[in-house]
């Protein structure tokens, strides 16, 4: 099937070929050839192509959803295939919407991908989103978590929503009829800084496989009527002591989004996620001073007294480090503060400069007055410094 | 006694442990019991005011707290609380 002949066949009855192709689908009777249509005239948007958006479209490709809508703005990395599995080795360097649709075509041609390669914003959202019945967020940061749930409240489309972390997911439907949305569960993302990225914290490579196909699995149920979708309930999983529960997640009369309506149009919404840090964390999660990768080169080569601190954990040690850095992770930090000299400089380091960050704050709060976080941490310093340090 | 359970992002505050018995009569005094125990765990569960943060939910059960009175919630013996912060991995 190719994309101009969908239209025809989305309304009409499955061609001899899709009743073979789904007859697994068509012998249930929560899917049948009704659901199986349904399917066919489904159009689902998918925000990231990465980790969550990877297992999800390839499922639902291969459900036979008719219309699959894909933003992604990134290239394929090397790094990414760990987890992306929507994506190969080469593939990398390639835009992740290219790759994606050789992929997905390979798996249905019956399948119509619609690429959309921009970063989803508060100005493209609306006009990207406009004519797609469900949205799977896919995302990878809170800011376009936000702007995926409140599209999704004042569009009216269910937001299918799964999230990931270490071995810890979450997945729940919010925005669908009258039940609860992303900002009835928190009210407002946590403050820049506090809660690492994948990138910083890791990733089980599996763990969006296991999310990303339970999304899939309320994106069909949604679509064809089959079960009870996760409205109003949040699924709870913890991969590395397999824990698993579900919680119940109310309606907040308080909601800004969909209780008092207060979020009316996108750039509201933009506002609110912009949280600045209250007065009394300022300490905690305020911005620190920084040094970048090129400069700290210059002065050690240069033969400054400056002490270098490496907050990153013994496992990354492994894989990289600085030659000559103290070595203490960082919630050792505190009882360890005798280790480091308060006469030289301090420039302290991770593997992309959060946690450091976070150490520069609870340094200076501990009396070190000439304390520089180092810009970027060791994947900066690698790429603008010194190659043959390893990239992780 | 009650539990309190940790998602695996805080067990390394907790002395690896993902799920500790807690002693207190509401959710708040469960936080007090947990926050003397494992200081560094404190600023991931409650502000430096000691209210909720409204980027970490916690559960009493299958409820989340703000519904059923806040730290003011009754925990009674049986009762299993759980820590659910924001997540945004993908």
Known sequence: MTASTLPERATGDLAPDEYLRYSRHLILPEIGVDGQRALRRARVLLVGAGGLGSPAALYLAAAGVGTLGLVDFDRVDLSNLQRQVLHGTRDVGRHKLDSARDRLRDINPGVHVEGFPVRLTADNAQEIADGFDLILDGTDNFGTRYLVNDLCVLQGVPNVYGSIFRFDGQASVFAAGDGPCYRCLYRQPPPAGLVPACAEGGVLGVLPGLVGTIQATEAIKLITGAGTPLIGRLLLVDALHWRQRVVRVRRDPLCPACGTREIRDLSDAEQLCAVEPADDVDAVFGAVPEIEPVALDARLRAGDALDILDVREPHEWAIASLEGAVKIPLAALESRLDELSRDHELVVHCKAGGRSAQAVRRLRAAGFKRVWNLAGGIKRWSEEVDPSVPKY | ?90
């Open chain 2, 1 to 90: 006694m009650p539990t309190i359970s940790l998602p695996s992002v805080l067990t390394p505050l907790a002395n690896g442990e993902h799920t500790l018995s807690v002693s207190g009569n509401t959710v708040g005094e469960t936080i007090d019991d947990v926050s003397r125990r494992y200081p560094s765990l404190s600023p991931r569960l409650r502000d430096e005011a000691g209210e909720p943060y409204p980027f970490v939910t916690i559960y009493l059960n299958d409820e989340d707290i703000r519904f059923i009175g806040g730290f003011d919630a009754p925990v009674q013996p049986t009762d299993e609380l759980s820590v659910v912060p924001a997540v945004a991995g993908g």
